[in-house]
């Protein structure tokens, strides 16, 4: 399993969107339970409901917060491999009396 995720931001991306569902979903919850509690609805459990809905919102806004800095550092880890973008099978067109001039000039601009 570890092969399967690890070189993937799929699982990060799917905690930042569930994050912001649950977020979302607690937000239109803590709606209905005020407008219950406007209402004097007598099926609100006196502190259910609140305790609910901010452990809800803070759940949701954690995940989406660690989905945001795992891709963030997944970014870093990346850039920090320093991995060519490019890699060159087969050079063609290039002729060896050609790069070696340019080769030594550069190597004299470093010394």
Known sequence: ??????FSDVPLRLAIWCGLAVS???LLYGGW???LWMSK????????????VVISLLCGLNMLM???VGL??????AEVKHRPLYVVQKRLGFD????APASAAAHAMHE
């Open 1 to 6: 399993m570890a092969a399967a995720l690890g």
């Open 24 to 26: 979302c979903l607690a």
């Open 33 to 35: 339970v005020l407008v």
């Open 41 to 52: 609805d007598s099926h609100l459990v006196a502190g259910w409901s609140s305790t609910m």
């Open 66 to 68: 660690t989905g945001i």
């Open 72 to 77: 963030y550092i997944g970014r870093i880890h």
């Open 96 to 99: 060896r009396a050609q790069a």
